[in-house]
């Protein structure tokens, strides 16, 4: 094998089969931009050092880095290939994974190195490694390739500074860093925004939005260009994706990190005639609060005829100045009133801990199945994803509620490298019914629809519905 072989010609004559084992072939634009990408200079040296492919999701970019990291190290003897993940994956690259399943299905490739969990051997003596992106035993490799994959979520300190550790050393020749990325959240991913406007910032040397700037060779590209991202596809990420993200990852473009939760349209979609209806098994969620903000307790329930969640009731109690609410008068006294009813059979109670220490203990002793919910990145990210799930799979059943429609328009999503979680579009903005659906649905979809209550004595046998005047004193409600 020649090593002046380009790109397209060592594809095409090796991976004949995709990382599923499939036969497929280039694209005629991906042939055009790897064309204009791989150019040598008059002594045989690449003419870029730094390519950024970016594309919307699924077309294929990822694959293609797999390919491009095996032309590489076929063609380059003795070298170190380095393939990173981000701070999102905290592991092992897709494109390395990519480059191990191509190996596998294609028996020129396989017959020529040997795969292990984090790195490939070749016979040449080129060593291609896996990293993660807090990788910290970079320094002094000789590599002649880094590929970074989705650099929109390199965030971190230690990302930056892997990054700059990694840049393409003077003594291996040709040596080139390849990144490929959808956009990111402006702001935010620095790293890749410097790249983006670095590009923009040049030449456009070609129709397929390809742009050069002195060592720098940028596809970025807005259009869906492969057979599977047709309108049908498009139309059920519609579904899934909020708007924002359905712009960065579809259209390619640069979003906030900050966005809509939920759009009055998504909202008004799940809303019904009806009314509170308190009977059945219950789970319910509690946002409190003592000062400013309002407290509120969501209570949810799966319909009898599907799997569907509906409002059973929905309370919010708003502060006034000089008068926060009172926990006792407000939310354990309509818990009482709840479990009192004959027809309520209450499932769980998630909360906020943060203000109810002592409700907590009191509801706990008096036989309610509350478990606490800590406001945790981790918590909020689990309960805010499924409450968005329930939203745009119209899994979720609501009936007009002002309160409770206000609140979840308020609340915005914040994205970061860890997850997302609700927050405050501004500070005067009321949140707090969000917080509490969002509890409650995650209690409901965690333990599941639960089996027909039986009619006659279904509740006896429940601590919370015996001897209530015995476990508290409510003298305050006289």
Not at 100 to 106: A, C, R, S
Not at 315 to 330: A, F, L, M, Q, Y
Request: some cysteine; proline content about 5%.
């Amino acid at each position: 094998m020649k090593k002046t072989i380009s790109p397209t010609e060592f594809i095409d004559k090796v991976i004949k089969l995709n990382e599923k084992g499939l036969p497929w072939k280039l694209s005629p634009y991906q042939r055009r931009v790897l064309e204009l990408a791989f150019k040598r200079d008059p002594t045989g040296a690449l003419l870029y050092r730094l390519i950024l492919w970016s594309e919307t999701k699924k077309s294929g970019k990822t694959f293609l880095a797999g390919c491009l990291l095996l032309w590489w190290a076929i063609i380059t003897e003795s070298t170190e290939i380095i393939v990173s993940a981000n701070d999102r994956e905290q592991s092992q690259s897709r494109v390395f994974q990519t480059a191990v399943d191509l190996i596998e299905h294609n028996p020129a490739l396989a017959s020529e190195c040997e795969t292990f969990s984090n790195t490939i051997v070749f016979n040449n003596g080129t060593v291609v490694t896996a990293i993660s992106s807090d990788y910290k035993g970079a320094a002094g490799s000789r590599h002649s390739l880094v590929v970074y994959d989705e650099l929109w979520g390199f965030e971190s300190e230690s990302s930056r500074r892997l990054y700059e550790e990694l840049t393409p050393p003077p003594t291996e020749a040709s040596a080139w860093v390849l990144v490929v990325s959808y956009a990111g959240f402006s702001n935010e991913s620095d790293l890749l925004e410097s790249l983006y406007k670095r590009g923009m910032q040049g030449k456009r040397i070609d129709q397929l939005e390809c742009y050069e700037a002195d060592d720098l060779f940028m596809f970025w590209s807005h259009t869906p260009r492969q057979p599977w991202q047709d309108e049908k596809y498009y139309e059920s990420q519609r579904k899934i994706l909020r708007p924002t993200q359905f712009q960065r990852l579809h259209r390619n473009e640069w979003v906030s990190s900050e966005s809509s939760f939920i759009t009055p349209e998504l909202y008004d979609a799940v809303v019904e005639d009806g009314h509170a209806d308190l009977s059945g098994s219950l789970f319910v969620g509690i946002d409190c609060a003592t000062r400013r903000d309002c407290s509120a307790v969501v209570v949810l329930k799966y319909e009898d005829s599907s799997d569907r969640l509906q409002l059973a009731d929905c309370r919010v109690w708003r502060p006034s100045p000089g008068c926060p609410p009172n926990i006792e008068s407000t939310i354990e006294f309509y818990l009482k009133r709840v479990c009192a009813d004959p027809r309520a059979h209450l499932q769980m109670i998630y909360y906020d801990p943060f203000q109810m220490v002592r409700s907590a203990q009191v509801l706990t002793m008096a036989g309610y199945p509350c478990e606490p919910f800590d406001q945790t990145l981790g918590h909020l990210t689990s309960a805010t994803e499924n409450l968005l799930s329930l939203f745009t799979s119209r899994g979720l059943r609501l009936y007009p509620h002002a309160d409770l429609r206000e609140h979840c328009i308020n609340a915005i999503t914040v994205e970061s490298a860890k997850g997302i979680r609700l927050a405050k579009g501004k500070q005067s903005a009321k949140i707090d019914g969000c917080a509490a659906l969002s509890f409650a649905a995650l209690a409901a979809v965690r333990a599941g629809k639960p089996p027909p209550l039986n009619d006659a004595g279904r509740d006896d046998d429940k601590p919370y519905k015996q001897n209530w005047d015995s476990r508290f004193d409510w003298s305050y409600r006289n």
